[in-house]
């Protein structure tokens, strides 16, 4: 059993930013009729998103988030050793993203810089790999910065993911205090699964080139995208789903001794309304313990979890609050989280216009 | 296996009148059928017969009768 245990470590500090422009997706129309539309939304429950701009990446809205938290917070950025971007939409191939933001953001040389690509479930997994990092060493600060910009990954003309995704970014501090006491990570992978959920060009399996940017019509449905966009198979994600996170949830609370009511918050990765209620009703969980954030912020891969915390949770994260999280998508990984939130100072969410906090 | 249980069961999935389906319908052809349709299609699968069906497999479904007779081969 692949079980990550660690003590006195935690995240103190957090903050989002998100694109200023909103999509309404009952007035998503230009290729869809308003009727499609609203069936759409009653389905997923998904009203809003927010969709950066031609200037504004992933990195923008992390380190606007990471300057609120900076602004909000007595932080001595020359104390932050390790930084981590997590992403599926990084800046450019190479180099990694977060080694120009340990630039952008002031960060001094000695700061430990990298990358980690995985998806809806990542910032669990991030977590797990800062938190390591800390239990183990004598690095002062620690901060996670995960941004999505989903929107420019999938095609407004395949109506089986046009009107899921939506952009954002975090920043998250960690730091070491015996307060936080004991986190405990479960974390998977299943790459026979692969295809469910892919980007197929623009690597170096099936490298961009004239033929990979046409878009195509791609099934009976007359939707339509091309190799550079993303794809769903959303029955096969939605039958794995339901088999394997409520599973994984329940083989992490008896590794760790406790029950679904042992929690003050559940959160789950925000992917559609009709799954995420699925999964509370299959495993009969307390709704008013879980916090939703799909109807404004749509599905933003891993950004969706601490996106989630950061615009539902403040205030009341005062004393000690213990957190289930569960994520899953792309690849596919899923992880389940039990960890414990100890007074986290946690910032309004901001919004980006240009690629720059307004 | 109760077969017009199972008709309701797939028209309140649809959201559509049970008299409309019998176990010979090609569900494909409702104008109803959709993504959003076969999500919901599958989360009754799971809820009422703890059966999850891959899309590889259900593709070769095209009645009602062959998703009747998959659940019972696979219970």
Redesign the interface.
Known sequence: MAYLEFKGVGITAMAAAVPKRVIKNREYTEFWSAEEAN??VE?TGIEERRFADEATCSSDLCLAAAEQLFADNDINKEEIELLVFISQTPDYRMPATSVTLQHRLGLPNNTIAFDINLGCSAFLYGMSVVFSMMEKSNLKKALILDGETRSKVYSPRD??SAFLFGDGGVAALVERDEKFGKSTFSLNSDGSRANLIMIPAGGYRHMSSAETVVEKVVDE?GNMRSDEQGYM????V??FV??EIPRDIKKTLAFAEKTADDFDYVVFHQANN??NS?IAK?MKLDTSKIPSTIAKYGNTSSVSVPLTIVSELKNKLDGKKDLLLSAFGVGMTWATAIVPFCDCKISNVVEVENGVRI | MDTQKFIDLFAEALDIEASDLTVETEFRTLPEW???A??SI??ML??EYEI????AE?KTLKTLNDIINYIEEHQ
């Open positions: 069936a759409i389905k109506r089986r449905f198979m959303g029955g096969d939605f039958n339901i088999r009709f799954i699925y299959k | 959709d993504s959003m076969y999500l599958i989360a799971d809820e999850q069906i891959e899309n259900f």
